[in-house]
């Protein structure tokens, strides 16, 4: 588990997702971060979607720790078994995509993570239908630059749209 604010779709198809994963920081300038190793030596990994109340968690989890401990705990949060993927999800996520990794690619000081998507758990609240979330509903978290914002209501733009 860790946070990371660099992350995008990178193909519809086959579904791929992306994640910048920087060195590390603080006391553990210049290693590479856990969460990059752990890819790299399992092949699999989950991205969940934080909502405004796992917002602390979430933020436990950024803590600069060792690869001996346990961010589940750290955060306060409960491993869910995955169905595609050999590594748990985070059980209170609305949202979490268990990924495959497709391969990993050096830019600068930085490594551009692309994972196939598997499967996606999905919290029957966060659905709208439609392949579409129901943003009230789950309440994504944005990370601004290690600020953060609640989403307000989605809306339309252009004609015909209401």
């Known amino acids: 588990m860790a946070p990371f604010s660099f992350f995008t779709v990178a193909s519809r198809n086959p579904p791929t997702l992306l994640i910048s994963i920087g060195p590390g920081v603080g006391e553990r300038e210049g290693t590479v971060k856990d969460t990059l ?3 790299r030596e399992i092949g699999e990994y989950v991205i ?8 602390e968690a979430m933020h436990r989890s950024s803590a600069n720790v ?29 949202i979490a ?25 999905l919290d029957s609240a966060a659905y709208a239908g439609n392949y579409k979330t129901a943003m009230d509903n789950w309440k994504p978290l944005a990370n601004l630059a290690d600020d953060f914002a609640r989403l ?11």
């Open 37 to 39: 190793t752990n890819i």
């Open 48 to 55: 969940n979607m934080v909502s405004e109340p796992l917002g």
């Open 66 to 94: 060792g690869p001996q401990k346990n961010e589940f705990e750290l955060a306060g949060v409960t491993p869910k078994p995955c169905k595609s993927v050999d590594v748990p999800a985070v059980l209170e996520a609305p």
């Open 97 to 121: 995509f268990e990924l495959k990794l497709d391969r990993i690619i050096p830019v600068g000081g930085d490594n551009l993570v692309l994972g196939i998507v598997e499967r996606v758990q």
């Open 152 to 162: 307000t209501s989605a809306f339309p733009l252009g004609p015909g749209k209401r």
